[in-house]
Nanobody, 124 residues
Framework: QVQLVESGGGLVQAGGSLRLSCGASGRAFSGYDMGWFRQAPGKEREFVAAISRSGGITSYADSVKGRFAISRDNAKNSVYLQLNSLKPEDTAIYYC?????????????????WGQGTQVTVSS
């Protein structure tokens, strides 16, 4: 069992930045690939970014590539998402998730554990 807790969300103006954090407890954090997803009101949950358990491989949704950066610190049992050049369409609840498998990182169903989410609101 892995417990995930996100933090760092908030209200920011367009063009601004935020850094989301996700702390993990429970089973060995370094044994899981990690991902960030988001869900806007009235929309399905969508993939944002993923990182391999070693941190050496990352992937991003096209909509955030070049603006967001995922990273992790296995010594601190944490994964991060740096959000830069934010746009109003980035407004959503952001979730971190952990998966034991190393495939299908863009599918939410591939993930075994989820946090409760943190709200990001970008004003125009």
């Amino acid at each position: 069992q892995v417990q995930l807790v996100e933090s760092g969300g908030g209200l920011v103006q367009a063009g601004g930045s935020l850094r989301l954090s996700c702390g993990a407890s429970g089973r060995a954090f370094s044994g899981y690939d990690m991902g960030w997803f988001r869900q806007a009101p009235g929309k399905e949950r969508e993939f944002v970014a993923a990182i391999s358990r070693s941190g050496g491989i990352t992937s991003y949704a096209d909509s955030v590539k070049g603006r967001f950066a995922i990273s992790r610190d296995n010594a601190k049992n944490s994964v991060y998402l740096q959000l830069n050049s934010l746009k109003p369409e980035d407004t959503a609840i952001y979730y971190c998730a952990a998966r034991a498998s190393s495939v299908d990182e863009r599918r939410s169903s591939a993930y075994d554990y989820w946090g409760q989410g943190t709200q990001v609101t970008v004003s125009s």
